[in-house]
């Protein structure tokens, strides 16, 4: 009983990351507004080590269309605008030589179809990876030995109801998200 219990919940954590990943890539795409999520993941050359720029930089959002990043060490300004430039976000750094001023240009109709899309692969690859989840869970209570057919199959029904609920939750965020995307 204990083994079932405990593949029941290996399979919760699984399909818990597959949601919190598609959360993290959801906050990834923008919805026409600044955030400071946009460039979590820009990794600037600092002192020969690829560094997150929050490690080396002061990230704001002054208003709804600019982020602005104030680097506590001005020398890395020029390698923070390179980190920018080759992250491939579609912005175009202007700096003061304090400052680096990213402004958010407004999305197009055809540009807000494509991050619709975007998001949609992302929620349907987050749903293969709870399927999966839910296939390795299947396959792991087939092979715990001396234990009912009944406590099986119970744990079967579990499983499948952890399944539906998380591919529900996925479509949530996913209709959630389109919502946010397409609103102008």
């Known amino acids: 009983m204990e083994e079932i219990n405990l ?35 820009v990794m600037v050359e600092y002192y020969g ?15 709804a269309m600019t982020i602005s990043i104030q680097p506590w060490d001005r020398t890395v300004i020029g390698a923070i605008e390179k980190a920018i430039i080759n992250s491939n976000l579609g912005f175009a750094p202007s700096n003061n030589g304090e400052n680096i001023i990213l402004n958010v240009p407004p999305l197009t109709e055809e540009r807000r179809r494509d991050l619709a899309k975007t998001a949609k692969s ?41 399944t539906d609920k998380y591919v529900k939750l996925c479509e949530d965020q996913l209709k959630v998200k389109e919502a946010e995307i397409m609103k102008v």
């Open 7 to 41: 593949t029941i919940d290996v399979v919760k954590q699984e399909m818990d990351a597959a949601l919190k990943h598609l959360d993290h890539a959801f906050q990834k795409i923008r919805a026409g507004r600044a955030s400071t999520a946009m460039v979590q993941d």
């Open 49 to 63: 080590a690829p560094t997150p720029l929050a490690q080396v930089a002061n990230v704001m959002i002054p208003d």
């Open 122 to 162: 992302e929620s349907e690859s987050s749903k293969i990876t709870i399927r999966n989840a839910r296939q390795e869970g299947m396959k792991d209570l087939k092979k715990i030995e001396n234990v009912s057919e009944d406590l099986i199959k119970d744990a079967e029904a579990k499983i499948q109801v952890l």
